[in-house]
């Protein structure tokens, strides 16, 4: 019960995090905001730590540098396979891979197996997968070749990352997510160092950035934090291949909010979708 309330807690608050990054994207390139992003990330997570508890440890800071490296391949080739598109392709198999590679590393070499019921649970929440993020529309052209190997990077880069947090030992507290965040931190923001010695501008219009967009950013680290807290707690508490399945709905994070405050409609799949994680989550819960 708790793994299955965690995951889906990690899934809104990831699908958060999008929200306000994708808002963000409007006016700052996106490099960059996922660079600050990071940042900000980082230092509310050094401002909880004392609250959380800590204990650095070898172990701790592999697999939260593992998980750092994994992140920063997987958010590059996530916005590449998204610019190439088809989104209503590309993102949906992103999560989609995004799902499978933990619940093979925890089936296959982490010894964990399940009741029928908790398969049915597990096939209904990777359908789920597929329905809350595709992205109807009425001209949906085949992805390229290309986008399509970016998004199943992405997805492996994803999966990879959230498993090394799992793996991390249990009583390092948000160690290795520190570690995972500077790592992420130093990477992007040597791209961003680069690019800025190139010439190239933070905005991505030549609109000026306002202190609100700076928040939104802001809101975006602190919420992608927040995410790795509950997935690190849920991976501890249970089934790495359950909270990866879970995990992976992060879009529902991003339709809800874009149906509140944006108004946006929601496409009747992606309410079946909805309606899917909800069943899939009680099974697990009762699995």
Request: charged share 10%; net charge positive.
């Amino acid at each position: 019960m708790l793994t299955a309330i965690l995951g889906l807690l990690t899934a809104i608050t990831y699908g958060a995090a999008d929200f306000f990054a994708a808002i963000a994207t409007r006016k700052v390139r996106v490099v960059v905001v996922t660079a600050l992003a990071s940042f900000t990330g980082l230092l509310f997570l050094l401002a909880v730590s004392p609250i959380i508890g800590t204990k650095f440890s070898e172990e701790a800071f592999f697999w939260g540098l593992m998980g750092g490296f994994s992140s920063v391949i997987a958010l590059l080739a996530l916005y590449a396979s998204l610019a190439l598109g088809p989104i209503s392709i590309v993102s949906p198999l992103g999560a989609l891979v995004s799902a499978i590679v933990p619940a093979v590393i925890g089936v296959a070499f982490m010894g964990e197996s399940f009741s029928l019921l908790g398969w049915l649970a597990i096939a209904l929440a990777l359908i789920a997968v597929v329905l809350v993020g595709f992205v109807p529309s009425e001209h949906v052209e085949l992805p390229k070749p290309r986008a399509i190997i970016l998004a199943i990077v992405a997805g492996t880069g994803i999966g990879l990352a959230i498993t090394a947090l799992a793996r991390s030992p249990h009583d390092s507290g948000i160690a290795p997510i520190i570690v995972m965040r500077a790592t992420a931190t130093v990477l992007l923001g040597t791209i961003v160092l680069i690019g800025l010695l190139r010439g190239q501008k933070a905005a991505a219009s030549n609109e000026p950035l306002t202190r609100k967009i700076w928040f939104t950013v802001a809101g975006a680290g602190a919420l992608d934090a927040t995410a790795n807290i509950f997935f690190t707690l849920a991976s501890r508490s249970g089934s790495l291949t359950v909270t990866g399945v879970l995990t992976a709905l992060y879009p529902l994070g991003t339709i809800l909010l874009a149906r509140l405050v944006l108004k946006e409609h929601v496409a009747g799949i992606q309410k079946i979708g909805i309606a899917l994680t909800l069943g899939a989550s009680l099974l697990l819960a009762l699995a």
